[in-house]
């Protein structure tokens, strides 16, 4: 069992930046491998970052490689996501997801893979 809270959305102008935080609880030493996603208004849900613990390994969308960095703090047990250069087709609202079993392992962009979902946090890039 995982707990996941999401926070630091909101808003910002085209080219600023955001920092946000997924706060992950109980049984987090299970935890495999952590992502974020985002759904725009009347788009499916699409993959943006993940990070394997176990390794530290990273995994981008192309839509955000370069300007998104995805990283954790084991000792707050959070992860975060850096956003730069955020763009108006940034606007989303934002999950946290883990995966406690290894569905996600060589598939992080597969939501399927992701038991444990955040409530989620708007961000919203103006132009």
């Known amino acids: 069992q995982v707990q996941l809270v999401e926070s630091g959305g909101g808003l910002v102008q085209a080219g600023g930046s955001l920092r946000l935080s997924c706060a992950a609880s109980?049984?987090?030493?299970?935890?495999?491998?952590m992502a974020w996603f985002r759904q725009a208004p009347g788009k499916e849900r699409e993959f943006v970052a993940s990070?394997?613990?176990?390794?530290?390994?990273?995994y981008y969308a192309d839509s955000v490689k370069g300007r998104f960095t995805i990283s954790a703090d084991s000792a707050k047990n959070t992860v975060y996501l850096q956003m730069n250069i955020l763009k108006p087709e940034d606007t989303a609202v934002y999950y946290c997801a883990a995966d406690s079993i290894g569905y996600a392992l060589g598939r992080p962009w597969d939501q399927s893979g992701y038991g444990y979902w955040g409530q989620g946090t708007q961000v919203t890039v103006s132009s």
């Open positions: 109980g049984r987090t030493f299970s935890v495999y491998i």
């Open positions: 990070i394997n613990w176990s390794g530290g390994r990273e």
